[in-house]
C-alpha cells in the first residue's frame, strides 16, 4: 500500500530522531568513562562562552571558585523552590550534598567532550521539535501520534533542565539516575509515536493466518521491560559507585576497583542472569504464535542480551575497561527500547488479528 508522503516523512524523521537519542546516550557513556561529566561547570555556557577554552590560560586564575559559587548560589535558589513546594528532605539533600563544593582542575579534552555531548543533545531538542511539526497532519488522522511526538519534545526541555542540575550539583547521583530514566521515557515515546504512524499502513499486512495469541504473555512482556528499566537504573547506581571508588584510589589499580563495590552491584550482576531466563522463557513464548515479525523482535531481544551480559563480564573480570562502559550502557537501553517494541506489536497484532476475525455483514 502506498503510504502518503507525511507518513514516509514523519516515519523517516522519527527513525533517525530515536537513533539520534540512542547515540546521545552512547556518547554520554563516553562522557562519564572518561570522568569529563564536570567538563563544564556551568550550564548551558561552558565556561561562561559558548565556545569553551582550550588551555587553563584563557580563563581566570580563580575560575574553580567563580564557579563553584555559582553552583552553591544556584542550588540554594532551587533549595528554597523545592523547600516551598514542600519537598523539604530534597532540597536539605541538594543543598548540603558535600561535591557541590567540590571543583574539577579544567582538562581542555574533557571539556571539550562533555561541550560536545551538550551540541549533540540541543540538536536532538531540534529534531524532536521537527518531529512534533511532522507530526501535525495526524491531529486529524490519529491524534495520540502527535501528542506522543509533544510530549516527547517537553520532556526533552525538562531533560535540558535536568542536565543543568546535574552540572550544579555536581553530578549528584539521584539527579543522575532521574536524567537516565527520562532518556528512557523519551525512547520509548518515540518509538510509540514512530510505530502508531504507521498503524493503518500496517494493520491489513500484520495479519498472519498462522498466528496464535499466547495467553498471559502480555503481562510478562511488560515484567521483562520494568525489570530491564530497574536493571539500568541499579547500573546508574554501580557506575556512581566505580566513580567513588576510583576517585579514592587516585583513579590507579584499576583491577581493584571491582572488588570494592557494594552490594548494588552484587545485585545488578545477579539481577542479569534471572532476566536472562525471564527473556529466554518470553521468547519462547513469542515463538510459540508463529509470528514471524514477533519472532524476529525476540531474536533481537535475546542478541542484545547476550551482547550486554558479554559486556557485563567483561566490565566485571577485566578491570572494568572505559571503551566497554558506554556500549554496556548503550546495549541496555537499547535492549529496552526493543522490549518495549515487542510489547507494542504484540498488542496491536492482537487487535488487528481479532478484528479481521470478526464477520463483516453486508446490508
Known amino acids: ?36 561529566g564536570m567538563g563544564c561547570p556551568d550550564w548551558p555556557k561552558c565556561f561562561g562562552t559558548w565556545v569553551p577554552p ?15 559559587e555559582q553552583r552553591v548560589a544556584k542550588n540554594q535558589r532551587i533549595a528554597k523552590t523545592l523547600d516551598r513546594l514542600g519537598f523539604k528532605e530534597v532540597a536539605a539533600q541538594i543543598f548540603a550534598h558535600p561535591t557541590q563544593y567540590v571543583e574539577t582542575d579544567f582538562n581542555a579534552t574533557k571539556t571539550w567532550i562533555e561541550y560536545l555531548n551538550r551540541l549533540l543533545g540541543a540538536l536532538i531538542g531540534v529534531f524532536i521539535f521537527l518531529a512534533v511539526l511532522l507530526a501535525l497532519p495526524y491531529l486529524r488522522r490519529d491524534p495520540a501520534v502527535f501528542w506522543l511526538a509533544f510530549a516527547s519534545f517537553l520532556l526533552t526541555g525538562f531533560q535540558g533542565w535536568l542536565g543543568s542540575l546535574v552540572v550544579s550539583t555536581n553530578l549528584l547521583p539521584e539527579m543522575v539516575t532521574v536524567h537516565m530514566a527520562v532518556a528512557l521515557l523519551i525512547v520509548a515515546l518515540l518509538i510509540y509515536a514512530v510505530d502508531r504512524s504507521q498503524r493503518v499502513e500496517q494493520d491489513s499486512p500484520l495479519i498472519e493466518p498462522s498466528w496464535t495469541p499466547s495467553n498471559g504473555i502480555t503481562v510478562w512482556l511488560w515484567v521483562i521491560t520494568l525489570a530491564t528499566f530497574g536493571q539500568i537504573m541499579l547500573g546508574t547506581q554501580v557506575r556512581e559507585q566505580v566513580d567513588v571508588v576510583a576517585a579514592a584510589a587516585d583513579y590507579g589499580s584499576r583491577a581493584d576497583w571491582v572488588e570494592q563495590l557494594g552490594l548494588t552491584f552484587k545485585v545488578h550482576r545477579s539481577f542479569s542472569l534471572l532476566l536472562l531466563l525471564a527473556n529466554a522463557y518470553v521468547a519462547f513464548r513469542l515463538y510459540q504464535t508463529r509470528s514471524l515479525r514477533l519472532q524476529r523482535l525476540a531474536n533481537a531481544v535475546m542478541l542484545l542480551i547476550g551482547l550486554e551480559i558479554a559486556a557485563g563480564v567483561t566490565l566485571a573480570y577485566f578491570a572494568l575497561p572505559a571503551a566497554v562502559q558506554p556500549v554496556h550502557l548503550t546495549l541496555a537501553t537499547v535492549l529496552f527500547g526493543a522490549q518495549f517494541l515487542t510489547i507494542i506489536r504484540y498488542r496491536r497484532q492482537t487487535k488487528t488479528q481479532g478484528q479481521a476475525a470478526i464477520p463483516r455483514v453486508v446490508a
Open 54 to 68: 582550550t588551555s587553563v590560560g584563557q580563563l581566570p586564575v580563580n575560575y574553580k571558585e567563580i564557579y563553584t
Open 1 to 36: 500500500m502506498n503510504q502518503p508522503a507525511f507518513v514516509k516523512r514523519f516515519r523517516f524523521f522519527g527513525i533517525l530522531t530515536v537513533v539520534a537519542v540512542y547515540l546521545l546516550i552512547l556518547v554520554g557513556g563516553i562522557v562519564r568513562s572518561t570522568g569529563s
